[in-house]
């Protein structure tokens, strides 16, 4: 690497001038960020090659993470730091007369994903590379990422985002490992002479499946892994065909923008070709890989793992059937033995309309061969479970339903392993949504917590508190996260916890510049920070936090020399584009916040802040000042929630319902230090059940919620008539589906307890330092060690430890 400053210094201008021939000191940022982008890049490329070579060689198992998202965000930084010169590189470019802070955020936030799952593909990623576990990840180069959002007049506008726009630097364009895939057209079997039953295919749109590389760099090892993402393009000998540039699109739309619906599931015909372009790239290259091991094809799921995020890629299970059938000349029995053993499943969600299910006549005109293959599994699925367990439950689980494929039922079908994302989720799929086929395969079903990745979230996001944990307990932790409850013992020291605040409190103050810096709107860094930042949802109950927001302020309106503790509230989120109910919330928070923070009998009691075009790069911004996390979904809805581990990692007290990881949140870190309110997901489940709910009666009754929730529609809140109106109606005369009503006192209850607690300064950084310190299992080195022992098998490469 580098030994010295002044090496790097030498390295870097030389790097720069071969790149554009000047110095750097004529350049602009972007220049110099990939100029040193480049240097860095250019660092990797040894262990990157060691470690393919070492995995190819050796004959590792390799797993590889199948999913049509990754959310990585930027990597400048996060790669110096894994390599470990990080501080080199600070110091040099500095002594350069530089701005380390203007060249990372020169570059582009890579967001190839809509939020939590993607983002947990990233994590995972930086994790199996720390761990040094042969891991892989397959997705798409989608041209334009997550749309880059806007607020005009409070409203959500869409702008695309096209990241490549400067070069991306950590990329590498492997064209000879490109593969054709196939769409339309017919496909039919014939025998040939050796009796063997080959597929053949007319009429076919070929598409070529570029992959570009980046290297997935791990802290302190040398063990580099790769994500591939695909490019679609077309095939160079059938140039010819494509007569003008419109001919093409077609082809290049299917890497072109990534679906921005997260919770929605919209059955567009571009989003299943971009399902089985992906899937079917992954596949081709895998197992033109794994011929280079020269083994038996029975050794296959000894050597390859293929995790199946979501069931976005459940298409891998009958394209590597097609593979082993078709090209590889193996009977269905074998070729579907190697398949389960191979394939694993993670379910996401338990809503009912995010669930992916493809109309038959869709499948079979676009992928015919693969839905012949597709109805073959469901058919002796069918004969198998029908004599076991009879009609009922047999035409519950079947792949091809109502006209329609079911990709989750596919995916368990062809996996030995299915999990949810906490514990929770994984008992609502064992006793609900999935109950039919608990029954049938219950060795299958099993649970794998989140975890995020402490390197990104804590020690780059925020170094004073990595460095106060660094002098309390030494270094271990972050090779060994556990060692975090060792700050427990600091619980009563009074010197430790005024540190841990003075740190969150500047941490503050520099979230309440750039407020000022991008929205404009002055904030009183004494007042407590609270946050909800996730993409926007009603299950997720933005609009529960709007409403208490709103009683505040009434409250103050009320009383405007009460003595309250001054609150902001902060709030990150994108709304699905067609989401319309979402963007109406929105809306309606900007117009609250407009309300609130201009008005003078508030002051600085009550601040409401909606960051625009929330991200991975924000996030970073944000959750190093948060004092409280708002985790308030409906029990049973969200599966897991990853910002919660986030949030409680950075210090933040969590104030949540007994939902997705938030419940193992309050078992770790005790009753004491957390604030749980609202309905537990059985009496979700027992007051969806019995239909005795009454919103209408709870607005008639409860003075309290009368009056805000009239504030809604009576013109309290300027410029959101109609959006106010149509909350109003969704709670009240819509029945309120998610229960925000049935929830608000106890939620407001909960709230009022904060401002207690936080009265005693003491006594806050006590939690808060007793929530870092409970913060460890859910690191995501632990949740991919479990995936790794239980699911994968695969072995690390290395102690972790080196370099
Ligand atoms: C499906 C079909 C067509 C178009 C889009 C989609 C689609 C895309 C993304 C469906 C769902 C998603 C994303 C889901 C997601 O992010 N789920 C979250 O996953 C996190 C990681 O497990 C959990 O912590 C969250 O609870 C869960 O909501």
Redesign the pocket.
Known sequence: MFNSTKEFIKEYKKTFENLYAFTYDQGTNEQQYIALGTLIKNKLSKNWQDTREQYLNDKVKQVYYFS??FLPGRQLKSNAYNMGILPIIEAGVEELGLNIDQLIEAEADQALG????GR?ASCFMDSLASLGIPGNGNGIRYQYGLFRQKFVDGYQVELPEYWLRNQNVWETRNDQSSYIVRFGGNAWLEMDHQGHLIPKYEDTLNVLAVPYDTPMVGYRTKKINNLRLWSAEIPVEEEENYRTIQETEPIKEITQVL?P???N??GRLL?LKQEYFMVSAGVQSIVKQIRKYNLPRKYFPEKIAMHIN?T?PSLVVPELMRILIDEEHLSWEQAWEITVKTCSYTN??VLRE?L?RWPIDMMQSLLPRIYMIIEEINQRFVEETLPLYGEKLTWQTAILQDGMVSMAHMAIIGSHSVNG?AQLHTEILMNDVLKGFFTIYPEKFNNKT?GITQRRWIHLANPALTQLIDEKIGEGWKQNPAELKLLKSFEHDEETLNELGEIKYQNKVKLVKYIEEVQGIKINPNAIFDVQIKRLHAYKRQHLNALHILDRYLRIKENPSMDIQPRVFIFGAKAAPSYQYAKQIIKLINSIADLVNNDPDVGDKLKVVFFENYGVSLAEKIIPAAEVSEQISLAGK?????SNMKLMANGALTLATLD?ANIEIKEYVGDENIFVFGLSSQEVTELGENQTYNSRYLYDSNDRLNRVLNALVDGTIPNAQQEGGAVFDALVHYNDEYFVLEDFDDYIKAQDEIDIVYSNKNEWNKKSLLNIAASAPFSADYTIKKYTDEIWKAKPQCSGKEG
């Open positions: 049509m998202e809509n939020g939590g799952l947990l679906y619906d997260d919770s599931f919209e989003r979501d976005h996401h969600t995010a992916e994302v989140n969200e599966a897991s929630g990853t997705g």
